[in-house]
C-alpha cells in the first residue's frame, strides 16, 4: 500500500508563488510515474504536470508550461510542484497520484494511488 499526503497550499496574490509537496510511504518502489492534478469547483479533474522516477522525464499541460516546475525526491520519497507566476485561473484544490504506468498518462484513470488534496486560491 502507497499513501500520498499533500502540503503547501494556501492563498496568494496572483503573480506570487507556492511550492506544493507530496510525502508518499509504503511501498513507493512499485510507483513508477507520479503526478499533479487539479479540480476547479464546478469542473474536472484534470492533469497538471507529470514525473517518471529517475526524474528526467516531466510532462506538462500547456497552460502550466514556463510557470510550474514538477520535481521529485527519491531519497525523501517526496514530489513537488513549484509554482510561479500563478493566475486565478490556478485555484483549485490539487491532488498527488501515482501510477506503475512506465508513461506519463496525463489521465487520471491511469491512477492508482491519490492524496486527499490541498487548496490552492489564487486571488486578483
Known amino acids: 500500500q502507497v499513501q500520498l499526503v499533500e502540503s503547501g497550499g494556501g492563498l496568494v496574490l496572483a503573480g506570487g508563488s507556492l511550492r506544493l509537496s507530496c510525502a508518499a510511504s509504503?511501498?513507493?518502489?512499485?510507483?513508477?510515474?507520479m503526478g499533479w492534478f487539479r479540480q476547479a469547483p464546478g469542473k474536472e479533474r484534470e492533469f497538471v504536470a507529470g514525473i517518471i522516477k529517475s526524474g528526467g522525464t516531466t510532462k506538462y499541460r500547456e497552460s502550466v508550461e514556463g510557470r510550474f516546475t514538477i520535481s521529485r525526491d527519491n531519497a525523501k520519497n517526496t514530489m513537488y510542484l513549484q509554482m510561479n507566476s500563478l493566475k486565478p485561473e490556478d485555484t483549485a484544490v490539487y491532488y498527488c497520484?501515482?501510477?506503475?504506468?512506465?508513461?506519463?498518462?496525463?489521465?487520471?484513470?491511469?491512477?492508482?494511488?491519490w492524496g486527499q488534496g490541498t487548496q490552492v486560491t489564487v486571488s486578483s
Open positions: 497520484a501515482a501510477t506503475r504506468s512506465p508513461f506519463i498518462v496525463p489521465i487520471e484513470g491511469f491512477y492508482d494511488v
Open positions: 509504503g511501498r513507493t518502489i512499485s510507483m513508477n510515474v
